[in-house]
């Protein structure tokens, strides 16, 4: 019995190695293509410069519109979806507690949650025909955030409720009321958790295309209003990939390298704002 416990623990542990090993490759692949394909590519005016004439022919410009209007489409949405996600996750956890509502609910952002982009786009683009708007930052932002609001409930739920159970007891015994509880109690210890549901949620909405195709658009232009097109950072990849220009397609991998780098900085930022707030929680 005991050499069979020892074959099965060996096969697991083989397999756990091996999905490591298919997981870091993955990644070392992807980020070797992008810096040996973009790097070369890369300099401080594609950062600083909008595209020209030409540019989509070999010419000057840079991706300045595709980097400031990914920012403004993922930024305005994942705040949007932190302030309604917030809310739903403290009404299941604190209010509907384990009613059937609150099952539904679940249910329902679990389904959200699988639903492809190019869904949400389609769907974006006809609540904006019926809104009477055209393809703008506004419709990119409201689309965006309905991709981003199921990640960020769920996952902010399940963050919420891993608190434990004594602190709202505590906090109930004190006087506090639910809201009070919520906001004070349950907010601040589970910060850490909450932050990286919003990470989640932002580079979903910062590396996503399909829904912002046909809501957002695209232009050469800097975003300077909500009611006008804004370019972003995928759908620059997407465009440049599909010319026939070799230099063009070079600053594809260059985009994507910049891409990359964001996400990274903001991963970096939030683990070090996470670890500040780890203070504040109950061990």
């Keep these: ?39 070369p590519a890369l300099n401080l005016a594609m950062l ?13 410009g840079g991706i300045l519109n595709a980097i400031t209007g990914s920012l403004a489409l993922a930024g305005g949405a994942t705040v949007l979806s932190f302030v309604l996600g917030l809310a739903v996750a403290l009404y299941l956890q604190v ?3 384990d009613t059937r509502l609150a099952h539904t609910i679940r249910l329902a952002l679990d389904v959200l949650w699988g639903i492809p982009s190019i869904v949400y786009g389609a769907f974006g683009f006809t609540l904006m025909l019926w809104m009477g708007l055209r393809a703008s930052l506004l419709g990119g932002i409201i689309t965006l955030t309905l991709v981003e609001l199921p990640i960020v409930a769920r996952a902010m739920d399940e963050v919420i409720a891993m608190a434990p159970f004594e602190l709202r007891e505590a906090s109930y015994a004190l006087g506090a009321t639910r809201l009070e509880t919520a906001w004070r109690v349950l907010v601040r210890q589970t ?32 975003p300077t209003s909500l009611m006008r097109p804004a370019a972003s950072l995928p759908l620059a990849v997407f465009f440049q990939l599909g010319t026939p220009v070799p230099e063009v397609r070079a ?17 970096i930022a939030t683990r070090s704002l996470t670890g500040r707030l780890k203070r504040h929680v109950i061990r």
């Design 251 to 267: 600053r594809a991998h260059a985009s994507a390298l910049v891409l990359t780098i964001i996400i990274l900085i903001i991963s």
């Design 1 to 39: 019995m005991s050499r069979l416990k020892y074959v099965e623990e060996r096969i697991f542990l083989v397999l756990m190695v091996a999905s490591l090993v298919i997981v870091v490759g993955s990644l070392a692949m992807i980020l070797a293509t992008v810096v040996v394909r973009g790097l």
């Design 191 to 222: 910060g850490p958790g909450l932050l990286t549901a919003v990470l989640l949620a932002l580079g979903r909405g910062i590396g996503d295309a399909a829904s912002v195709l046909f809501t957002a658009g695209y232009t050469d232009r800097l």
């Design 48 to 60: 600083t410069q909008t595209p020209r004439g030409g540019y989509y022919l070999g010419k000057e």
């Design 95 to 97: 209010f509907a507690t």
